[in-house]
């Protein structure tokens, strides 16, 4: 079964030094994977998205994600986080059944922008 | 374009009391599901509709959930009777297609609070 696991559950980080937020995958074979963050009161939105083309996936807001095959990894990072970044964010897979698809979410991971 | 649109966006009700949402998704959007989230929790599907058909409602507690879309626009969610686990946020989502190239929009989600 295709699975994503997210290794930090909160992550605090101060106002323009990096972001990263991890997040491991398991699959039997490439998977599509997906970042999403979801504000306060708001819907989920789609961050970016790997489906099989540049393993340097560029997102909005200046997110990127690297898939690493070999670390079996989709971590998500940005150069400079600004307070409006925090939110929850989760990684997520799509297994895809027959004609449609289905998307399993990691447990997300709380970010916390300090001053 | 209007986004996906959810009511009530809170709900509080006593267990054993009946409860229904609202979903009005995108125009033009085929497919329409429904997520739950548990606090600290990614979403889980429910149930996935394409027009008027579930076409997947494995995930859904058929003994006390049940959904209908009538004309294929918009859905009701509803619970009954409601019990305290049933606490949790009930995302509606649509896409364009099932086809797993197409993104799924979200909408803000219902809160729900059972006592």
């Known amino acids: 079964a295709q699975s994503v696991t997210q290794l930090d559950s909160h992550v605090s980080v101060s106002e323009g030094t990096p972001v990263l937020l991890r997040c491991n995958y398991s699959s039997s074979y490439s998977p599509s994977l997906f970042w999403y963050v979801q504000h306060p009161n708001k819907g989920l939105q789609l961050l970016l998205k790997?489906?099989?083309?540049?393993?340097l996936v560029k997102g909005i807001n200046g997110f990127e994600a690297e898939f690493k095959k070999s670390e079996t990894s989709f971590h998500l990072t940005k150069p400079s986080a600004h307070m409006s970044d925090a939110a929850e964010y989760f990684c997520?897979?799509?297994?895809?059944?027959?004609?449609?698809?289905?998307?399993?979410f990691g447990t997300g991971t709380r970010l916390q922008v300090t001053l | 374009e209007a986004g996906v649109v959810q009511s009530p966006r809170y709900k509080i009700i006593e267990k054993k009391q009946p409860v229904a949402f609202w979903c009005n998704p995108i125009s033009g959007h085929n497919t329409l599901y429904w997520y739950r989230q548990n606090l600290g929790q990614g979403p889980e599907l429910l149930i996935r509709?394409?027009?008027?058909?579930?076409?997947?409602d494995s995930q859904l507690p058929k003994d006390r959930f049940s959904a209908e879309r009538l004309k294929g626009v918009d859905s009701t969610l509803k619970i009954q009777p409601a019990e305290l686990g049933d606490s949790a946020v009930y995302l509606c989502?649509?896409?364009?297609?099932?086809?797993?190239?197409?993104?799924?929009?979200f909408g803000p989600g219902t809160r729900l609070t059972v006592t």
């Open positions: 509709y394409e027009n008027e058909e579930a076409v997947d």
């Open positions: 790997y489906t099989s083309a540049a393993t």
């Open positions: 989502a649509s896409s364009i297609s099932p086809i797993p190239s197409y993104e799924q929009y």
């Open positions: 997520v897979v799509r297994v895809n059944t027959g004609t449609a698809s289905k998307l399993t």
